[in-house]
């Protein structure tokens, strides 16, 4: 079946510094989206790309889908204590419309003060 | 606007017992889904429905796993008999239909331990 491979599986930062984690298929997909779990919380949808090529921000987060629509990254700047959490990025493939979403593995992000 | 709330938010059960896990979505909105997540890995699909027929059960793992939405609102999800690998945690979303489809909203999720 179709899969993402995301990675880093997890990371450790100080504050203040930089993260970049992406997500890679042999699959082609036609929207990319990324999302942040919190402990005890459900996902919540941060960025979400519908064309090739395109570079998406939102406040300290941006994300970019791949020229290929095989790829995607997400890049948090100035990272602060509250972006830790798991970060997923999933795909909607032209095969499975409809909400059936295929998600990489998770990015487990933890900063340090 | 309410979300989506799933009910329990954690259950532990021995091999052999049966589990029923709910779903509330948010108000309106005809798809919803079941996705789970095993331990360390990635959030799968189980299944979708829109209002209360089953679009896409392509996900579900075996027989053993039974969802119902009947009236189309709520939804359960009943495990029977749980077995150690179906422990994890499930996430119920639901989104509105026509274009905003693909538009998520997923539920805290219910984690399942099966000793």
């Known amino acids: 079946g179709q899969q993402l491979n995301q990675s880093p599986q997890s990371m450790f930062i100080q504050e203040g510094e930089d993260v970049s984690m992406n997500c890679t298929s042999s699959s082609i997909f036609n929207t990319w989206l990324w999302y942040k779990q919190e402990p005890g919380e459900g996902p919540v949808l941060l960025i979400a790309?519908?064309?090739?090529?395109e570079l998406t921000s939102n406040g300290r987060l941006t994300a970019q889908f791949g020229i290929t629509r095989k790829d995607s990254f997400l890049n948090i700047s100035a990272s602060i204590p509250s972006d830790v959490g798991i970060y997923f990025c999933a795909g909607l493939s032209i095969y499975n419309q409809g909400g059936k979403l295929i998600f990489g593995q998770g990015t487990e992000l933890s900063v340090k003060p | 606007e309410a979300g989506v709330t799933q009910f329990p938010s954690h259950s532990v059960i021995e091999k052999g017992q049966t589990v029923t896990l709910r779903c509330d979505p948010i108000s309106g909105h005809d798809n919803l889904y079941w996705y789970r997540r095993v331990m360390g890995k990635e959030i799968k699909f189980l299944l979708h429905?829109?209002?209360?027929?089953?679009?896409?059960e392509s996900g579900m793992p075996n027989n053993r796993f039974l969802a119902e939405r009947t009236g189309g609102t709520y939804s359960t999800l009943k495990v029977q008999p749980a077995e150690l690998e179906d422990s994890g945690v499930y996430f119920c979303a639901s989104s509105q239909g026509g274009a905003g489809a693909n538009v998520l909203t997923f539920g805290a999720g219910s984690r399942l331990t099966v000793l």
């Open positions: 429905f829109v209002k209360e027929s089953k679009q896409d």
């Open positions: 790309l519908y064309k090739a090529g």
